[in-house]
């Protein structure tokens, strides 16, 4: 079992940036692939993106692609989702999971160890 912790949320307006960490402790973090999702109010969690154990893939749900960029530093056992020209409907509380298995799975029953995840709220 690996412990994650997210941070870097908060409150930015409209086209504004945000970098959210993700950082794991209590096993080898290089044999975790980590996905993020994010939770709405009234909506299902929706996959956003998963970075597979070696760094070398990055899989991106269409509503983030090309605005999201998700990375790891194993040496500080951190994954990183940068988000830019954010939108409202980027209001989320945003979480981070990890899996052994399905390296880019979007799938949530996939995902054994959550984090608790941090609001970022997107004003117009």
């Known amino acids: 079992q690996v412990q994650l912790v997210e941070s870097g949320g908060g409150l930015v307006q409209a086209g504004g940036s945000l970098r959210l960490s993700c950082a794991a402790s209590?096993?080898?973090?290089?044999?975790?692939?980590i996905g993020w999702f994010r939770h709405a109010p009234g909506k299902e969690r929706e996959f956003v993106g998963a970075i597979t154990m070696n760094g070398r893939s990055t899989y991106y749900a269409d509503c983030v692609k090309g605005r999201f960029t998700i990375s790891r530093e194993d040496a500080k056992n951190t994954v990183y989702l940068e988000m830019s020209s954010l939108k409202p409907e980027d209001t989320a509380v945003y979480c981070c999971?990890?899996?052994?298995?399905?390296?880019?799975?979007?799938?949530?029953?996939?995902?054994?160890?959550w984090g608790q995840g941090t609001q970022v709220t997107v004003s117009s």
């Open positions: 999971a990890a899996t052994t298995t399905f390296g880019g799975s979007s799938r949530k029953d996939v995902y054994r160890d």
């Open positions: 209590g096993r080898t973090f290089s044999n975790y692939n």
